[in-house]
């Protein structure tokens, strides 16, 4: 039973598609309880005039800028929506917060309210990769550029407090690189490896490339957030680029459409387990508050992705569990 | 006109796949002239008696030990093929040498026999990246960690040198990030970026994101060592995934072996525009010595591309066009 904060505004598709997503999560979960924080004008005219008995609406004179600047947000209260749902977070009214707005707004914000844990020095974002097999935990997908023993190390610490919630006794996990042998890679990642052998309840995998991701065989990769980025889209971008290739050969004429007619039956389970929209929802760790970021093109099955994963994360007291592992690392 | 050394030993397949696919090489292009390095007794089992009248075989009686350390083949000489090809091109009675070996070993052999341009401080990889239109060129693909904006720029310079060789004037360039705004990611590449404004013969187009890299618009992308291998790993884990889905889904039963039938008619074109074989062969550049590396498990088609690729090289004089530009970053 999960009080979800959720931000109508964030995202570049708007109420419009997070609306209808979000009533229709709360109607398929009637367990779980939605505040919805919009501006006015547009959210009323898109919101049914009978709420579901366990959604209510919050509405918000202001929007924040387009094109907020992190830096400014520090400085001025903008009255938005997302900064009454995080007011709200932080005043324990609700358990978490979902939004579709940009990782550097949400960042600001956690930091207005909450201060990282000692052992990661910024939120540390956290991620669901579809694979082979079931998604895995990937992390840092955030701000951080490179990353040192110390910071990979805490990665470690917050995806495990995840993943033991859900895989049980000693979850895999592996260091990302360039190569799979012991001498490969920056001196960072070789001291973060040093470490990570001497965990005690951990399947430690040495080092993978990035292809290996993909295989499902892990239940966590850990990176720093500009390598993890290039992994994620580059894997969209390839994803993409094949289908639209087989797209293209299966239209136009009737024996295209036949095919893909047939195809499309075969390889819907295939290709749903594929989908980068069923495995949205990030979790900014590292602090107390509970925040899920959500794509920013995130369309309705994408946001209920999303507010799943919110569920999943106060459920599992992921945040609670997070800051237990991360003061193991400074003990 | 090019004489190509082509080392027979390296890489996963060896002599059993490089031979053949070296003579059909020399067979469809007797313009080019290749030399043969491999060890005496299995090689010479796998050679027609009648050589074709462009192609020779030396036979060297040793071979590098397996896994050799980069750092030990700079200590001994081994009396392998590999480093008689070397010592053929440092000698200049070859044009290029070709070889399936791991890049540090090919980078150790290259310190041995040539010095880096100064504007670089190690050989630089340059690789083909499929894409929905043409190849393009990224770099680096090599050794490199993390780059300074000085090697970023040294990394423009050498894939500029190449690219404007085949793309002619104004060739477009990015710099790989993790987001496409100017505020965004690290340093380096903010002040990589600031000094690309000003170069005028290269049609700048700041920063990309990795699934960027896939459409295909530009001609040139550049990154660090250790992303631009993560992009590519990624890429090909996805699309191993994308393609053994749509296998497993084609086989097995009788509407699935007809759907793949038609289905890979149709496809073939795309998928030969997407296969990373036709795009192998990555130049290491950064000194007067032409040196292709393939990749290790190149089939008989992916090393011939990757012989085509040093024909390329020599005949549009790349290292020293690369060493040219280089020049002028230090000027």
């Not at 400085?75 to 977070?89: F, I, T, W």
């Not at 799943?308 to 800051?323: D, P, Q």
């Amino acid at each position: 039973m999960a009080v979800l904060a959720i931000d109508l505004q964030g995202g570049d598709l708007g109420p419009s598609q997070l609306i209808p997503a979000s009533l229709r999560y709360f109607q398929k979960h009637p367990e779980h309880t939605g505040v919805l924080y919009g501006q006015s004008d547009l959210c009323i005219s898109l919101l049914p005039r009978n709420l579901p008995a366990n959604v209510t609406y919050k509405a918000c004179t202001q929007s924040l800028p387009v094109n907020v600047n992190p830096a400014q947000l520090l400085r001025h209260q903008y009255h938005s929506g997302l900064e009454a749902a995080y007011q709200a977070l932080a005043d324990e009214q609700v358990d978490a917060v979902v939004s579709a707005e940009h990782t550097g707004v949400l960042m600001a914000l956690m930091h207005r309210h909450a201060v990282p844990h000692p052992a990661v020095d910024r939120p540390v974002l956290v991620s669901w990769v579809p694979t082979a097999r079931d998604p895995i935990v990937m992390l840092d997908l955030g701000a951080s550029f490179s990353a040192s023993a110390e910071q990979l190390l805490g990665f470690a610490a917050i995806g495990l407090a995840i993943v033991e919630e859900s895989k049980g006794a000693s979850p895999s996990l592996a260091l990302l690189n360039l190569g799979v042998e012991a001498n490969k890679g920056p001196h960072s990642l070789r001291l973060a490896a040093e470490q990570l052998k001497h965990w005690s309840d951990i399947d430690f995998r040495g080092y993978i490339e990035a292809n290996e991701v993909f295989q499902g065989r892990l239940d966590l990769v850990v990176t720093d957030g500009f390598t993890g980025n290039a992994v994620i889209k580059s894997a969209e971008g390839t994803l993409d680029l094949t289908l639209s290739a087989l797209k293209q050969q299966l239209q136009g004429d009737w024996l295209g459409r036949l095919l893909g007619y047939f195809l499309n039956r075969r390889l819907k389970p295939q290709f749903i387990r594929l989908d980068p929209r069923r495995s949205n929802g990030a979790l900014l760790a590292g602090s107390p508050l509970t925040v899920i970021k959500s794509h920013g093109d995130a369309d309705a099955v994408a946001f209920q992705a999303a507010i799943g994963r919110a569920t999943e994360a106060v459920r599992g007291r992921w945040c609670h569990r997070i800051l237990d592992r991360l003061d193991l690392l400074i003990r």
